[in-house]
């Protein structure tokens, strides 16, 4: 008689897990399609909901400019911004791929480029020139190095004196730089945000 009320306990027990499990996990439950907070900001219906304009890649240079060298990560820096950071007017609805060459493979400066928020009138360009690029952080192995790199943008033909004028606020960008094998410095990350205490 003394087990009776602990087999009713740990039935009991077993029976609320089960209920908790079957409400969480059941059966009837679609794992493909359900959105959980991880996969991004937006959910998939709220994508739907604002039917923004897909964006297409755009086109991959050749290669680097043969004058950069690759061995030195401030002159990779600088190259990489230089370049991600110029638009064309016929960047409307692309990725800018122009840095590729500067990215280390199978990241995204590399896969996706950047994204051009405001391309230049028809008939301009813009033209990103590298003010400064001061190392912020590295490992002591010197295979991984955070750069701070500030740039000013300039527009061509300048359209206004106004437009110059906040053409020319200096903007900052901060990558990450991997050493590949064969001693080349890669872009690897690309923000403009420190990410302050991250490995």
Do not use: K
């Not at 003394?2 to 009837?28: C, D, E, F, N, Y």
């Not at 009138?121 to 790199?149: I, K």
């Amino acid at each position: 008689m003394i087990r009776t009320p602990a087999l009713i306990l740990s039935l009991a027990i077993t029976v609320l897990l089960g209920g908790i499990w079957l409400m969480l996990a059941g059966p009837g439950r679609d794992q493909s399609s359900a959105w959980t907070p991880d996969q991004g900001t937006l959910s998939p219906a709220d994508r739907d909901a604002l039917a923004a304009a897909p964006v297409s890649p755009g086109r991959v240079p050749a290669g680097p400019d043969p004058a950069v060298d690759l061995t030195d990560p401030r002159a990779v820096a600088t190259a990489y911004v230089s370049a991600a950071y110029s638009a064309r007017d016929t960047d409307a609805d692309v990725t800018n791929r122009a840095a590729t060459p500067y990215a280390a493979p199978g990241t995204p400066p590399n896969t996706v480029g950047v994204l051009v928020l405001s391309p230049p009138p028809p008939g301009h360009s813009r033209t990103a020139t590298v003010t400064d690029v001061t190392q912020c952080a590295g490992e002591p192995t010197g295979t991984r190095r955070a750069y701070l790199v500030g740039y000013r943008t300039a527009e061509h033909p300048t359209a206004d004196a106004g437009a110059a004028n906040a053409a020319a606020a200096r903007q900052i960008r901060y990558l990450l730089l991997v050493r590949q094998f064969d001693g080349r410095w890669l872009v690897a990350g690309d923000t403009a945000d420190a990410q302050v205490g991250e490995p």
